[in-house]
């Protein structure tokens, strides 16, 4: 049984879980306690009620609450001096705590602002005036400020010293429990994920040794595990290896929970995991039926800010029935809720597979509760909220249907509340208690004060006194709200639709897909010769002066009928590029979108570009700008992008009203054949759109060199596009223009606040993906010294894991060289590298006939050793300290590179780097590959290329020339409507 999609229309889905909760629940009835507790909490705040009102004052949206999270996030991991100030006095020195504010931060605020006036406009040139001024001071004061932070929401750095704060807090609430989870990122290497099972099991071995003999799981202390920590490739893709490697793990853990007789809990993991982990939730659950029958405390966490999550419910308590076991469930609200927002709109997907709003997310809450606790002869319910009115519904469905249940909350969270409920109710209460060292704290600790500071918030409104409890306890049943978060399709607002994507994660999904492989018959072009070149310039230059005169909203109309089809079409293409072109399903999906967002981009840019623009002019006198459709125009395209960029030129062309004669790469000429025939079945004539496939020797150098070519437009190697620039020049007549996108070294400078693991994934993506055969791919690696050591365990570790392989398998991450030249080609620089660099990671290359190559990576002395793009799967490292903007004129030597990326938390320096590079395209804290069409135009005039800028606003500009006609409106005699007001014109009688 599989879950249903999550991708579905939220307005129907909150309907339905209204009618599932029907009269179940009446909410002023049940409620009514928790005004009372409203009340005392604020009449009596807890300890450590100082963090809601810090956040209350300066929340998450504002410069002072960013700051705050900023130093929360990056401050305590950074391993120099000099990097630690830089942040400081960044984030805090633009930040205002307020003039005399007695909190630690405000006094900190206030030096790090004297500090940053005297010291940060030459950063790289201060770090004496910083000492001189107290820079330490300031540093170690930020780093308590935050450790403070941290002891909010962490219950120890070890495990025993957990154990000893959970012994304190039962001294006031004898009937607590705990459940502990062992803090950090997701495991990315083995050696990872390792240590995460080691420390899952020391803990449970001292859990063990501290329960109560003869307790039930319920009243025992337990443990919450992460499936994502015990497996570096935890994904769909990998369900291979996941159950083969996985489940064993978790398995010791369970047997270990089981001999102890205490609860352990698999954590949420996000919703393209879902269906796996519920593949490894019941194989563990067959585990647990066939050995270890006598055990109720296996869960698992639901997450009710899925729309699915009521299925999820149903299932659960499905598989419980089927394997004859009991199973204690924790629900919680959700807290990943912007990365989940973030992947649907990038992956271009229908609906959210979550709630947009709070209330419907407490309406699917209380559904699920409900559902829940209609099974106590199979689950023990345990409702993870911090709202008060959520608390009181739950005490009052529970009661009716008399089914027991457990309620916990967050270490560090909602004290207040659950020491006025404790008061007034006999429940049982866990505490969730994650556990770990300061470092290992971070991305939790931003996520709960991500959590405490937003506005629509229980716990930021609770800390709000403004705020009357009745508005802050209103019924979430009459609440609910349309979208005002755009849906994906509508991402670029009404002008544009957003290209439609698939979810891989979905099993309906790749059968599709795999179904329009196995179909795709076998087909072989046929190549033209170079004589061919002549009929088809003359065809073209007939049909031009008629395709130009055609209103632009006639062409335009034909790029959007075009993407329409080609939306219709997506499988058969994506398969077409994973057959031909050897990509690997993600990226042959994501190039088809690409291309269908050129089309509708193109269009729209036409239609807004192309109208005549009046110009000021004296009296008498009419100006009008308008553009012209330059001629015919040569296309000429690479094999890594054989849909985009093919269709990408030709559209552009196109669309400002220039015939196009095309030359595809010779490995891809049946994804171009395809496209042309779609783009003509949309409507374009047959003489105004031709094609010619052959080498570039014979077809290319014909088209180049004909003297019809009224421009030239290509994508390929820097020597190539100089090849075009020197035949170009060397033509007499006008001037043909050039439009070439080219390579380049690109590379990556990450300095010592980055975080090594955000480093490593942006590194892996960039690096590897499409088996490093993108113009933006990343070549270079350029690591700050302080945390070199810690990025490469991770970036090797994680690069080990990669599958090379077939790239019709969904399970392979790095696919085929295009050819046996390509292959030869990197082959040839890896030996170079094993001679003259360090070799941190060099598998051995397999037979040729495959063209595979496995991820590589080299440790080299100095960014000058960088001397050859390598269009493979190959990494060079290179450390660096000192000064970062020594290492971008560095890069800037190198000669040319269309992207560079930049990790850092200091937000002047990455401004200041990407000003001084002359990269084409700067990213900041992510990956430096898959530029966006109207989002992040791609090439044009940096070092590599002749410009503009691919998917951008100036591109089509370059496929026209300009013309200005011009009018003498007075020539009849004079401009009567100056004459129209004699007060204005000037009375002459």
Known sequence: MRLPSPYRDEQGVVADRLIQLGSRLDWMQATRPAHDWVREVRAHPPPFWAMERLLHEFPISSAEGLALMRLAEALSRIPDLETAIALTADQLGRADFGAGHDSLLGQISAMAMKLSRQCLPEEGEHQGLWQRLGARSVVAAGLRAVQLLGTQFVMGETIEAAQRAAQTQRKDQPALRFSYDMLGEAARTAADAQRYLDSYRAAIDKLASARTAGASCREQDGISIKLSALHPRYEWAQAGRVMNELVPRVWSLCEQAAAANMNLTIDAEEVERLEISLDVFEALLQKIARHTPHWHGFGLAMQAYQTRALDLVDHVILLAQRHDVKLMCRLVKGAY???????????????????????????????????????????????????????????????????????????????????????????????????????????????????????????????????????????????????????????????????????????????????????????????????????????????????????????????????????????????????????????????????????????????????????????????????????????????NFPLAIFTGQIAAALVTGNCVVAKPAEQTPRVATEMLSLLHAAGVPTSVLQMLHGTGETVGAALVAHPGVDGVVFTGSTSVAKGIQRALAARDGPIVPLIAETGGINAMLVDASALPEQVADAVLQSAFRSAGQRCSALRLLCLHEGIAARVLELVVGAASELRAGDPADFATDVGPLIDSEAFINVKRHIGRLRERGRVLLAPSVPAQPHHLVAAHVFEISNVADATHEIFGPVLQVVRWKGDPAAVIDAINALGYGLTLGIHTRIDRRAAALAARSRAGNVYVNRNMIGAVVGVQPFGGEALSGTGPKAGGPHYLLRFCSEQVVTINTAAAGGNASLLGNPQDAGDSR
């Open 337 to 639: 809720w912007d990365s989940e927002i973030k992947r649907a709109q990038e992956l271009g997907l229908a609906h959210y597979p979550v709630f947009t709003h709070k209330v419907h997310t407490d309406i699917s809450y209380l559904a699920c509760a409900a559902r829940l606790l209609e099974a106590p002869d199979r689950i023990f319910p345990q409702f993870a909220t911090h709202n008060a009115g959520s608390i009181a519904a739950l005490v009052q469905m529970a009661r009716d249907a008399e089914a027991p249940f457990e309620l916990q909350r967050l270490h560090g969270m909602g004290e207040g509340v659950y020491r006025e409920v404790l008061k007034t109710l006999p429940l049982n209460c866990r505490v969730y208690a994650p556990v770990g060292a300061h470092r290992d704290l971070l991305a939790y600790l931003v996520r709960r004060l991500l959590e405490n500071g937003a506005n629509a918030s229980f716990v930021h409104q609770l800390a709000d006194e403004s705020v009357s409890s009745e508005t802050l306890l209103q019924s979430p049943l009459q609440l609910q709200q349309g979208h005002n978060l755009p849906l994906p399709p509508q991402l670029y607002g009404a002008q544009r639709r957003n290209s439609a994507g698939l979810d891989l994660a979905e099993a309906e999904t790749r059968d599709t897909l795999g179904d329009a492989l196995t179909t795709l018959p076998v087909v072989v072009v046929q190549m033209d010769e170079a004589g061919k070149v002549e009929p088809a310039m003359q065809r073209a230059r007939a049909a031009f002066p008629a395709w130009a005169a055609r209103p632009v909203d006639e062409r335009a109309a034909m790029l959007q009928a075009a993407a329409e089809r080609l939306e219709l079409g997506l499988p058969r293409f994506a398969a077409l590029l994973v057959q031909e072109a050897r990509k690997c399903w993600p990226d042959a999906i994501a190039e088809v979108r690409e291309t269908i967002d050129f089309l509708r981009y193109y269009a729209n840019e036409a239609l807004r570009l192309q109208a005549p623009q009046a110009m000021p002019g004296p009296t008498g006198e009419r100006n009008t700008l308008q553009l012209r459709a330059r001629g015919v125009w040569v296309a000429i395209s690479p094999w």
